[in-house]
C-alpha cells in the first residue's frame, strides 16, 4: 500500500490511513499530520509541500509513527511531537506543562508594544509553566531580568530546558503565587488557571485529559487566584509598573471591577484576536 522507502507523501498516507478512524474530518487530520512532520523535519509547509517524494530516514520515520499512535491515544500533537510553537520559536512541552496558546502570544505581544526598548526592566511571569511567557520576553528583550515563578517542580523542569535553549539568564523559583517572590518588578505577567469546573464539559477531550488540572481549573468561578493575586499585586509592582493577565472571555467584567478596587490604578480590558475578553493591565500609578 505504502512506498517502500517512506517518503515524506508515503508516511502521509499512513498517518491518514491511520487516524481516519479517529479524526473524521480530513483538513483536520491531515493539519496534524503535516504539523507533526515540519515539527520533525525542521521545516515550514512551502517545504513540506516541496519535498514530498524525499525519503525519510528510518529514525524520524520510527519517531512519525509513535506520535500518531500517541495522537490514535486522544494526545494533543503537540505532546505527541514534543514541542509546541509560541512566539517564533519551539517550546519543549510535555504533560507536565500546559500547551502554549495563541492568545497567550497575544499577551507577550502586548507587554513588548508597551515596553519597545530594551530598557531595563524587573519583569516576574507569573505561573510560567513551560516558561514561555518568560523566556520569550527574555529573548525579545535581553536586557530585562525576568523571574518565572511556579508552583509545579515538574513545570519548572521543562521551564529550565526551554530557558536554556532560548534564554539563559531567566531566573526561576517555586513559588505559591507571592510566597516566594523577593522584590518588587516594572512587569508583572501570568496566565493563571481560570478554568471553572463546571465549563469542562465545554471543553476539548484532549485538554481535559491529557492537560495539567493544576495550570487549567480555579475555584471561584475560575476567579480564585486573581483575588489572591490582587490582594498582593501593589505590594509586589513599582509605581508605574504594570501588570498584565490573560483571563477567561466571559471574566473581563469582574475582573476589570476587582482590580478596580486597588487604589491608584489605571485598568485596561482588551480583547483577542477572535474579539472575546481575553487580557486586562492594571498600570499603577507613580
Known amino acids: 500500500m505504502f512506498d517502500e522507502q517512506w517518503t515524506i507523501q508515503a508516511v502521509r498516507e499512513w498517518g491518514d490511513w491511520q487516524l481516519e478512524p479517529y479524526i473524521h474530518d480530513i483538513d483536520e487530520r491531515m493539519a496534524q499530520i503535516d504539523y507533526l512532520l515540519t515539527g520533525m523535519m525542521d521545516w515550514n509547509y512551502a517545504q513540506l509541500a516541496n519535498n514530498l517524494n524525499t525519503v525519510l530516514e528510518d529514525e524520524k520515520r520510527l519517531r512519525f509513527m509513535v506520535a500518531v499512535r500517541a495522537i490514535k491515544g486522544g494526545q494533543p500533537v503537540q505532546y505527541a511531537l514534543g514541542h509546541a510553537a509560541f512566539y517564533g520559536r519551539e517550546f519543549q512541552v510535555d504533560r507536565r506543562v500546559l500547551i502554549p496558546r495563541q492568545e497567550t502570544e497575544e499577551l507577550v505581544e502586548w507587554v513588548l508594544a508597551d515596553h519597545p526598548t530594551n530598557t531595563e526592566q524587573h519583569v516576574l511571569d507569573m505561573g510560567t509553566g513551560s516558561g514561555a511567557i518568560a523566556v520569550s520576553l527574555s529573548a525579545e528583550r535581553t536586557s530585562w531580568a525576568v523571574v518565572g515563578a511556579d508552583i509545579s517542580e515538574e513545570a519548572l523542569a521543562v521551564a529550565k530546558e526551554n530557558a536554556q ?107 483577542d484576536l477572535s474579539g472575546h475578553d481575553r487580557m486586562i493591565k492594571v498600570l499603577r500609578e507613580i
Do not use: C, W
Not at 181 to 187: E, K
Not at 216 to 225: I, K, M, P, S, V
Open 165 to 271: 535553549l532560548y534564554a539563559p539568564s531567566v531566573q526561576l523559583l517555586q513559588s505559591d503565587l507571592f510566597t516566594g517572590v523577593t522584590g518588587s518588578f516594572d512587569i508583572i505577567v501570568a496566565n493563571p488557571p481560570y478554568i471553572s469546573r463546571n465549563e469542562q464539559s465545554l471543553m476539548d477531550e484532549s485538554v481535559v485529559m491529557f492537560e495539567p488540572d493544576i495550570a487549567l481549573y480555579a475555584d471561584d468561578d475560575g476567579l480564585a487566584l486573581y483575588k489572591k493575586m490582587a490582594t498582593d499585586l501593589l505590594t509586589f509592582l513599582k509605581p508605574g509598573g504594570a501588570a498584565y493577565f490573560e483571563i477567561g472571555y466571559q471574566q473581563g467584567e469582574k475582573l476589570v471591577d476587582l482590580f478596580s478596587t486597588l487604589p491608584h490604578v489605571i485598568v485596561t480590558l482588551r480583547q
